[in-house]
């Protein structure tokens, strides 16, 4: 709700009404999605309608706090099965379902036109008005809800043979209002994709309307529909249609056994046999959206990596959690990048109708609707998909299945006591609360200002941008001596690195090359050593899955042997130059060793890393990513490391191999992938943050 909606909407209310003056606006954010409950005798099928409101902030609703919450399950009607096609049962289920909803909604009407007195979260009462402000749902329900024709869009009049192409106007509950006076339902029905036999629920509500209300679906529009259903079938199609179908498969194994080479990272799902699952889910697809650019290069033109790139930076952008105007900018050039390059799937005959699929075409209706609505990211199928599991599956599961339904809305009313319960037992101080208070907006602009007093008492942790600590306890078993441990763990240069290290921060702004110095001048680290397999960073990544203050944690490896089979060293952002902004100010390191000293009373937490450098003054132009290569020195190409303090790292970075034009060879173990090849893209699609910072 920091969008223009919430504000054209409090306008209009106020002009109407001058004594709505002070009162809340309270935006209701609906959304509904069938979903499916199995036994090994059948199916069950529901219909849940969740109401959420837009006031909390989009992490509370993601965090399933119960800001989300079922508000009633919608009749299913079935009949024989030569009903089917019947135009009347059609229409009688339209119909019931618009009713079932205008129903349901039916105590918030008047408090819709005059304020009404409630209780906030904060203790405070406030007068409200409420007012219907979005509708989550996925395409076949835009259609059922908008009173469209199947393949036209349900925000705009674009002909469903061209929908991006042909010039549109924008649909409004008026417009539809004048054309249903005017037309006959034939032309409606042919010319305007508007089924004029439905009343939407929308006009027994003032100010409504539903083509405003239908927001953006990031999960089935974007991530499950354009991603795999769209793009990476008509890879696949690309392929067979280019080099017939034997080739095409060996070329499509060879993409999977890449996949399956890629190298672990924190929170990425593996593919171990390729992607060929049954069942598909939001999460797979999230997952092949982070791996799979890297995997097609040199199989498929130039233009169709130049056309994933630039969808996933659309995917990426319009999923960030704060939106301004320059990322806005750059959503519109992905887009139209991305509507240019895809063309190369039309001339090659795998889409020779052209992109005529109303979830691709909803792409063009984000910009308008981030501008209304803000960020996506907390608006969107996948929050009525997760509550699916508590509101649905869960109470189901605890019934005895027959005539469930009853059982499941006792089920959820006595949870929702019980939460109520426990709100009420910690704000008496009779129970600890569970989660921290959420950080008030003070606490936000005081990370670099010194100029709030004493009054603001938000804890020291907001105010950290982001950090790096070794884990809690050294490993035993390694020797505690510079060289001995040198020796254990083949790294003959350690001893040196390590001093160069300690000359450098005892000299910060010495200007020479310290490689020059003469080792009897440098100074000697004869403390013992501690060694870590493990060290945690934690940083600001709020479009993330993270925790309630945005703040995300996560660990880096570096052990010979991870869940005791093969060894693992994790890949880092080493920062070099803070003056520089993305990737132009860092470095990539692999880590070989993570271990602390001490030193005249300091304590230094320090890293071994296997250097590798930028290749080039910027990313690579089709993919869009970094490389780096490993940096070697000498005739022998030895590894060019080095030891630098554990403060200088920014997080773990995921490299993916530049897998050149052959084949992998059979059997080949992701564990080896971070060794063997000579460059590596810097995944810039691995999680959010990645994105942010690699450019
Ligand atoms: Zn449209």
């Known amino acids: 709700m920091s969008g223009n909606y919430a504000w054209r909407k409090s306008d209009t209310i106020f002009t109407n009404d001058p004594s709505t003056d002070g009162a809340m606006y309270v935006g209701v954010i609906l959304g509904s999605d069938k979903t499916t409950v199995s036994v090994a005798t059948g199916h069950v099928e529901y219909h849940p309608l969740y109401l959420s409101i837009g006031n909390p902030h989009n992490s509370v609703r993601r965090a399933h706090r119960n800001a989300v919450t079922p508000i009633g399950f919608l009749a299913i009607p079935k009949a024989d099965r030569k009903y089917d096609n ?31 007195v409630r209780q906030c979260p904060d203790g405070h009462f406030r007068r409200v008005i409420y007012d219907l402000a979005a509708f989550i749902a996925d395409y076949p329900e835009q259609v059922m809800l908008a009173g469209i024709v199947q393949n036209w869009c349900a925000k705009c009049t674009a002909l469903p043979e061209d929908l991006d192409g042909s010039t549109a106007e924008r649909r409004t509950r008026e417009y539809t209002e004048v054309l249903v006076e005017t037309l006959t339902s034939d032309v409606l029905w042919d010319q305007y994709g508007i089924d004029d036999d439905v009343v939407p629920f929308t006009n027994d509500f003032p100010r409504a309307d539903i083509h405003e209300m239908i927001s953006p679906d990031l999960l089935h529009q974007v991530i499950k529909g354009c991603f795999k259903d769209h793009l990476v079938t008509w890879t696949c199609k690309y392929l067979e249609e280019i080099h017939g179908e034997a080739r095409a498969n060996e070329i499509i194994d060879d993409i999977d056994h890449r996949i399956a080479a890629t190298p672990a990272f924190p929170g990425l799902r593996r593919f171990p046999h390729g992607r060929r699952f049954k069942q598909w889910t939001g999460d797979d697809s ?49 887009l139209q990048h ?40 907390g608006l969107c199928s996948s929050i009525t998909e997760s509550r699916h599991i508590t509101a649905v599956k869960k109470p189901w599961r605890r019934s005895n299945r027959y005539e469930a339904l009853g059982q499941m809305l006792l089920t959820n009313q006595r949870l929702d006591k019980l939460a109520a319960a426990r709100v009420e037992f910690v704000a008496r101080g009779l129970l600890p609360p569970s989660h921290l208070p959420p950080p008030t907006r003070n606490s936000f602009n005081f990370v670099d200002g010194a100029d709030e007093g004493a009054e603001n008492d938000a804890p020291d942790m907001y105010l950290v941008e982001g950090s790096v600590i070794l884990a809690r306890t050294p490993q035993r078993g390694y020797p505690r001596s510079l060289e001995t441990l040198a020796a254990h763990i083949r790294q003959p240069k350690l001893p040196l690195l390590a001093r160069h290290f300690l000359f450098n921060q005892l000299h910060p702004n010495y200007e020479h090359d310290v490689h020059l110095i003469p080792a009897d001048e440098l100074p000697i680290i004869d403390t013992p050593i501690a060694v870590f397999h493990s060290a945690i960073a934690t940083f600001s990544a709020p479009s993330d899955i993270s925790g309630t203050h945005g703040m995300r944690r996560e660990s880096i490896r570096c052990t010979p042997s991870w869940r005791r089979k093969d060894p693992r060293h994790d890949c880092v952002f080493i920062v070099e130059d803070q003056e520089k902004t993305g990737m132009r100010g860092m470095i990539i390191g692999r880590v070989k060793l993570f271990f602390s000293f001490h030193f005249e009373g300091v304590t230094y937490p320090c890293v071994l890393i296997d250097r590798f450098s930028r290749m080039g003054r910027g990313p690579d132009s089709v993919t869009g990513m970094w490389k780096v290569k490993p940096e070697i020195t000498g005739a022998h190409g030895a590894r060019v490391q080095s030891v630098e303090h554990v403060d200088t790292i920014l997080r773990s970075a995921h490299l993916i191999p530049v897998f050149g034009s052959g084949p992998l060879p059979d059997g080949f173990h992701f564990a080896h992938s971070l060794d063997v090849f000579n460059s590596y893209y810097v995944n810039k699609y691995a999680d959010h943050h990645a994105h942010e910072i690699v450019f």
């Open 286 to 334: 999230k997952a092949l959206m982070k791996v799979y650019i890297p995997a097609i290069v040199e199989y498929v033109p130039v233009q169709l990596i130049e056309c994933f790139s630039s969808f996933l930076d659309f995917c990426y952008l319009v999923r960030r959690s704060e939106l301004g105007e320059d990322t806005i900018d750059k959503i519109v050039a992905a």
């Open 86 to 116: 019947d135009v009347h049962f059609r229409t009688f289920k339209r119909q019931l379902y618009h009713s079932s909803i205008a129903a349901i909604l039916q105590p918030l009407r008047a408090p819709m036109t005059t304020p009404i």
């Open 338 to 377: 991305f509507h240019e390059t895809r063309e190369i799937f039309r001339e090659s005959g795998v889409r020779p109708k052209g992109f005529a699929l109303p979830r691709q075409h909803s792409l063009v209706h984000y910009v308008r609707l981030i501008q209304e609505y803000g960020a996506p990211n």
